[in-house]
């Protein structure tokens, strides 16, 4: 009997034993932990001083989004190209469906930007799941949604100290309404840790988990795809790979969901820190 077919060096991604088939014996070498771990491409990865593969992904990603839109309005003109409109259209989406109607035209305009730009980038994490070499999204990895939600979650404080002063922030935060009566030191409860502790988390991980999850499916349909490869196992293999290419489908639709939920998130909480509290 073969040992399960699954590498002994955590740090390996889709590490499992090519040569290992249904009916070969072996174990199906199952996605885990060691599928979103990557080995350093240089540095050391137990003085946490390392460059590895998402890094990688997350800097090539910055520089295709850059240079992307530097490209398509470098010279902008009246009757744009196709990259223009390409662009064009991709801002004005975001723009118009998201800041404009949440946060409004006259408030949102200056926020436009930022939110644009957290929108490529994300959606840009989450594309490299599908594109081949690459094949994993950065998003998968809690530090990078945690990054940006703790980047939206500095921004809501601070806008909401400079709009409303520390009395506002603290109605903001606590959701004080003397109506509540009784209740009220226990709903201002609620909401504090609710704003202030639950808020950031939820934001990260929404997105996480998400990208996790469906990463782990792709993978094991691929992998079972490969592993079902064998005699009679070849028509389950089909099926598997059938199912490879709708989760693929269905990938593409969940990562631009994700990226355009974590902006109008965004967007809300923006609004919110703008908006006077009664």
């Known amino acids: 009997m073969k040992e ?3 590498s002994a060096d955590p740090t390996q991604t889709l590490a499992f034993d090519t040569s290992c088939h249904l009916f ?4 199906f070498p199952a996605p885990g932990l060691h599928s979103f771990l990557f080995k350093p491409l240089f540095g050391d990865a137990d003085s946490n001083l390392y ?39 991709g801002y004005d989406f975001v723009r118009r469906g998201v800041v404009y109607e949440t946060i409004g035209k006259k408030e949102g305009e200056k926020y436009v930007p930022f939110v644009v730009s957290l929108f490529f980038f994300i959606w840009m994490m989450n594309l490299w ?11 998968a990895i809690i530090s990078y949604p945690a ?14 100290f400079k709009r409303q002063g520390f009395v506002g922030f603290f109605k903001n935060v606590t959701g004080y309404d003397k109506t509540l009566g009784p209740v009220l030191p226990l709903s201002m409860t609620i909401e504090f840790f609710s704003n202030l502790i639950v808020r950031p988390f939820t934001h990260a ?9 469906g990463h782990t499916l792709l993978l094991l349909f691929t992998i079972a795809s490969w592993y079902m490869l064998n005699g009679i196992g070849i028509a389950y293999s089909g099926v598997s790979f059938v199912m490879v290419l709708v989760m693929t489908a269905f990938e593409l639709f969940i990562q631009a969901v994700q990226a355009y939920v974590f902006v109008l998130l965004t967007c809300s909480y923006i609004q919110g820190a703008l908006a006077e509290h009664h």
């Open 4 to 6: 399960p077919a699954v």
């Open 24 to 27: 070969d014996g072996c174990g």
């Open 51 to 89: 460059f590895n593969k998402t890094m990688l992904l997350a800097l090539l990603g910055s520089i295709i989004i850059v240079g992307f839109f530097w490209a398509a309005f470098a010279r902008p003109k009246v009757v744009p190209g196709k990259l223009q409109m390409i662009a064009e259209t």
């Open 129 to 139: 799941s599908i594109i081949p070499v690459a094949q994993f999204p950065v998003t």
């Open 147 to 160: 990054a940006l939600a703790g980047i939206v979650y500095i921004t809501w404080v601070v806008l909401t």
């Open 205 to 213: 991980v929404r997105l996480f988990a998400n990208m996790f999850a």
